[in-house]
């Protein structure tokens, strides 16, 4: 192999000093600098309780900087498989075999994970995606960035045998530069299997094209590797081989729990980071279904379901921009424009069982509620709710509505009629910036927020008791990165998902501590998970009845899985 050297190339006005060899490079042609993420804070701080988009306040890379500091990157997914100690990127220290001063070679680099031994995933791992460091780019239109994910015997790369499971490509331009890209894709490792993931980075003649790695000098827990023939790299080799003291910045955001209930309940809503109309399991908001693009110009905050008709919901945006949804096609329709009362914008929006559809309005000073007349598209007001930022509403079965309040961070109960707001109790977190909120029908007592959580700079799913305004995370969208703003749900929960065991029931649920459990059959046994896919409790049965004891237990959503004669149900338990 041929003798291989990080070269660090000087630019003296226009004029390059270089060697025109391939060579290894941690040359950055970039101009743009990374902010820290002291000054990112110290923004967050001035910028106070806002009704509205956080992508007008922070580029995606800064909230992701914000939702890493503040939560850990182990936090942002179900499981988060990663072998980068930060997540930081060192300008100008990135990786790649390159031709100076810009167009690479070509390029491919890998890591390689062992989901059993390392990171404790036994029954196999469910890629959602993935996520590469870029240091350095220059492109004059853009290049395609391959990602793939391959199964293999644990222990055995750089050799052995890699079988495809998933790939995806991302195609790259300047404004990746110095960001963590994250990528959608699907993939599915085995049970037993270790998993690969490779970056594939093709020379395509031009020389116009040139790229880095994003990497840093933290350390790793597993090599960083890469393979390139024109720098003497023939086989996937360790960084460390080859004299370098950095480590790429990789993760993979998935499930180990693979598969799991599904709920016969369905949410609705908007996802605002990506302008996309969404559907999700409300015991599973990290599987967003992308169904069309929003046309809104404004943030789409407020929108509720038909509860006459639950293909449709309606919408309005913060300019007062009014539409109609077809749930099934994802298409808008407009049907006019809604102007908020007392310079306020819109917030949220939900039906009563009747079909009136109510809507609120704030200006982070007062808050109003108003009906909405869907045919002429008129807003008629209601009162003054009493709230400085009431930010969502939620009517459940009863009739009862609720909001909460992104100024003081209370819990409220919204008398309909004359729209005065009565305080019920904190909500325990920093809510900031725009979300929403929806009551589904199994679940009395509870209404759910998609909430912004300032203080953890993340947007989360949360359920909320409507005795005390105490609410609990159920998990993250996006990693908690994607901030979801209206939300409604139509169908039930239930308390049997699906793939239910004939024969066996188990009560009450919510519960407070003990769990019955009765089969026809013997149950054989019962393992308890939490939302992040780990064992929180595992238990031999051998008989037909049994009583579970989960008082244990933090408040939150679980999920259960039961054998019987050899048969694996999965169920949701709620634990108040």
């Not at 699907?186 to 116009?208: C, F, H, N, Q, R």
């Not at 998935?254 to 980071?273: H, K, M, Q, Y």
């Not at 008398?415 to 589904?440: E, K, M, P, R, V």
């Amino acid at each position: 192999m041929k003798k291989i050297t990080l070269l660090i190339t000087v630019f003296i006005g226009s004029i390059g000093l270089m060697n025109a060899q391939n060579s290894f490079t941690g040359t950055s042609t970039s101009q743009q600098t990374q902010v820290s993420i002291e000054s990112l804070i110290t923004r967050l701080q001035s910028i106070g309780n806002v009704a509205g988009d956080v992508n007008d306040y922070f580029s995606t890379q800064e909230q992701r900087m914000l939702n890493v500091h503040y939560n850990g990157i182990q936090n942002l997914a179900p499981m988060v498989i990663t072998q980068s100690n930060s997540q930081t990127i060192e300008a100008g220290a990135g990786i790649a075999c390159a031709a100076h001063p810009i167009d690479f070679r070509n390029n491919n680099f890998y890591r390689a994970f062992d989901l059993a031994g390392d990171f404790g995933v036994v029954n196999g791992f469910e890629v959602t995606a993935v996520e590469f460091a870029i240091d350095a780019i220059t492109t004059p239109s853009g290049f395609p960035i391959t990602i793939n994910i391959y199964s293999t015997t644990p222990g055995s790369f750089p050799g052995g045998t890699l079988t495809l499971q998933g790939t995806a490509v991302h195609t790259a331009t300047n404004a990746d530069a110095l960001s963590i890209v994250n990528l959608p894709l699907s993939a599915m490792i085995p049970a037993g299997e270790a998993m690969v993931m490779e970056m594939v980075l093709v020379d395509d003649g031009t020389g116009t094209n040139y790229m880095t790695t994003g990497v840093n000098s933290a350390g790793e827990t597993g090599p960083s590797y890469i393979m390139a023939t024109d720098c003497g790299a023939n086989v996937p080799t360790p960084f460390f081989d080859l004299g370098l003291t950095v480590g790429m910045v990789w993760n993979v955001l998935g499930d180990d729990e693979p598969g799991g209930s599904a709920d016969p309940a369905e949410v609705f809503g908007i996802n605002n980071t990506t302008a996309n109309l969404i559907s999700f399991d409300p015991a599973d908001p990290t599987a967003l279904t992308n169904l069309g693009v929003s046309p809104a110009v404004g943030f789409e905050n407020a929108g509720a379901i038909d509860p006459n008709n639950d293909g449709t919901a309606y919408v309005l945006d913060n300019g007062g921009a009014f539409y109609s949804v077809d749930l099934a096609t994802g298409v808008y329709t407009s049907l006019g424009n809604i102007a908020a009362p007392n310079g306020e914008t819109w917030a949220g929006a939900e039906f009563d069982a009747s079909g009136t559809l109510y809507a609120l309005s704030t200006n982070i000073a007062t808050s109003t509620l108003s009906t909405i007349d869907i045919g002429a598209a008129t807003a008629t007001t209601i009162g003054m709710t009493g709230m400085a930022g009431g930010i969502s509403l939620m009517i459940d079965a009863n009739g009862d509505a609720y909001s909460h309040d992104i100024v003081d961070d209370n819990f409220y109960y919204v008398d309909l009629a004359t729209g005065t707001a009565s305080i019920i109790g904190s909500l325990g977190f920093d809510a900031n910036f725009g979300q929403g909120g929806t009551y589904i029908k199994g679940d009395p007592g509870f209404v759910y927020l998609s909430a912004f959580d300032g203080g953890a700079f993340q947007s989360q799913w949360r359920r909320v008791d409507v005795l005390t305004g105490a609410s609990t995370v159920i998990g993250l969208f996006s990693g908690g990165a994607d901030q979801v703003a209206w939300t409604s749900a139509r169908g039930e929960i239930l308390g049997v998902s699906e793939n239910a065991l004939q024969g066996f029931a188990y009560y009450p649920n919510p519960t407070n501590g003990a769990l019955s459990l009765k089969s026809v059959n013997n149950i054989d046994s019962v393992a308890i998970y939490n939302l992040l896919g780990q064992s929180v409790l595992n238990t031999k049965v051998g008989a037909t009845t049994s009583n579970l004891d989960i008082s244990g237990l933090t408040t939150g959503t679980y999920i259960m899985k039961v054998t019987v004669e050899g048969q694996t149900g999965t169920y949701k338990v709620l634990k108040n």
